[in-house]
């Protein structure tokens, strides 16, 4: 099975602050329904309160990212499914859930992963 990468950034994401906690427990229920079905890797939002740094390979860090990632942030789902079409599947029922178009990729395989 593969490994999906289901995104969408914090911007795609318009919801009023009364409409959050709905949107929070759909977006739970697709957790729990992925967990239920045993496709749940692992899922979260990047915290954005936090500064990204660049670590180099002696350790030492200094703010900031690769140019091209200055905007990663957003919430992330990684499932496990046998299909491309079951992801996107997966990625409807976020994307009705969040309220947003979610973005969909696969991971290359890794025995060691």
Not at 56 to 69: I, K, L, N, R
Not at 103 to 110: G, H, P
Request: glycine residues 8%; contains cysteine.
């Amino acid at each position: 099975m593969t490994k999906y990468l289901i995104s969408f950034p914090s911007g795609a994401m318009h919801v009023s602050d009364a409409e959050l906690p709905a949107v929070s427990e759909a977006a739970h229920e697709v957790v729990r329904e992925a967990k239920v079905a045993g496709v749940w890797v692992f899922g979260g939002g990047i915290d954005e309160r936090v500064a990204p740094v660049l670590v180099s390979e002696d350790g030492t860090f200094s703010p900031g990212t690769y140019p091209q990632t200055n905007q990663i942030e957003g919430g992330y789902s990684i499932l496990e499914l046998p299909t491309y079409a079951d992801a996107v599947d997966w990625a409807a029922k976020i994307a009705r859930a969040c309220r947003c178009a979610q973005e969909v990729r696969a991971f290359q395989d890794d025995p060691e992963s």
